[in-house]
């Protein structure tokens, strides 16, 4: 299966196969404290080159079932360094038609737009291509940088699912927030 490439302005957005383990694990090692507080707590094994390679075969095989879809960001002419990821997961069809999106900046890819430019193009992909009716996210209260991301791209709050992920060993409240696909 040849994996997808979506391009913006600024970005290129890859979906990658378990060769990129390394790139994947670079990301994450560069990015450790940084992504820490909004990150469930990571198995042991989590910081090996055969976790993330076995992660990205897991992304293929549900790329293939069309069950969901993770793109990693790039800059345009530093394709060899990820900034950052996004995915849409839990893909269900039938009378659904709905999926949950997560994602995830590095440090010094924060505040310059590249999460929104990439997310516009990932709906779009998603609400074309998949014609799913419905994407959730669901955000902790205090990652206000988040809220506004989804805000800008039209999300809406629909209300708040206590204790509802596990992050960083802690319980944490979050805000639902849902984009609809009016045209389906």
């Keep these: 299966m040849e994996l997808p490439v979506i391009e ?6 890859m979906m990658l196969g ?15 404290d940084f992504l820490a507080p909004w990150e ?6 989590f910081h090996t080159l055969a976790c993330h390679a076995d992660k990205l075969a897991q992304d293929a095989a549900h790329a293939r079932e069309k069950t969901g879809l993770r793109f990693y960001l790039f800059r345009r002419g530093e394709e060899d360094r990820i900034i950052g990821s996004f995915a849409f997961s839990n893909i269900v069809r039938g009378p659904f038609l709905s999926c949950n ?3 995830k900046l590095g440090r010094d890819a924060c505040g310059k737009g590249y999460m929104t430019e990439a997310l516009r193009a990932g709906i779009d992909v998603v609400f074309r291509d998949y014609g799913l009716h419905r994407i ?9 940088p988040s809220l506004r991301l989804t805000e800008r791209l039209g ?10 992920l596990k992050i960083h060993g802690i319980w944490e409240d979050h805000v639902h927030m849902v984009l609809l696909n009016e045209e389906v």
């Design 18 to 32: 378990p060769d990129a383990a390394p790139m994947v694990l670079d990301f994450y090692q560069r990015n450790r």
């Design 8 to 13: 913006t302005e600024r970005l290129i957005l």
């Design 136 to 144: 959730e996210a669901n955000i902790m209260p205090r990652n206000l």
């Design 40 to 45: 469930p707590l990571y198995p042991p094994d």
């Design 155 to 164: 999300f809406r709050r629909e209300g708040l699912s206590r204790q509802y």
């Design 101 to 103: 999106l997560g994602y």
